[in-house]
Nanobody, 123 residues
Framework: QLQLQESGGGLVQAGGSLRLSCADS????????MAWFRQAPGNDREFVAT???????ATANSVKGRFTTARGDAKNTCYLQMNSLKPEDAGTYYC?????????????????WGQGTQVTVSS
């Protein structure tokens, strides 16, 4: 049973950077497909990027060129590096995992979620 935990959120000025981390305290995520999603108040949860998923590297158009993902050396941690942050990037960021999501960009196909970490971007 995975127990995902995000960290690294906070308040940053527009143009700044943050690095989010997602680790599993209950097992191992190395054998799972992982992705990052985000949700702003009043909006649906939206796909941000896959993480260390060979053959399924994908990034949302809204963050392409600014956000990158990587797995840690032991494959048990997933990182989201966010550069050139914009106010519209603000929201709660979640990492998600599943053995084989049918559609990598759809939140409903991921069975494991962290509790989320808040990102606030001031203009």
């Amino acid at each position: 049973q995975l127990q995902l935990q995000e960290s690294g959120g906070g308040l940053v000025q527009a143009g700044g950077s943050l690095r989010l981390s997602c680790a599993d305290s209950g097992g191992t995520i190395r054998n799972y497909a992982m992705a990052w999603f985000r949700q702003a108040p009043g909006n649906d949860r939206e796909f941000v990027a896959t993480c260390g998923w060979p053959g399924k590297e994908a990034t949302a158009n809204s963050v392409k060129g600014r956000f990158t993902t990587a797995r840690g050396d032991a494959k048990n941690t997933c990182y989201l590096q966010m550069n050139s942050l914009k106010p519209e990037d603000a929201g709660t960021y979640y990492c998600a995992a599943d053995e084989r999501p049918y559609e990598y960009y759809s939140a409903r196909f991921y069975g494991y979620w962290g509790q989320g970490t808040q990102v606030t971007v001031s203009s």
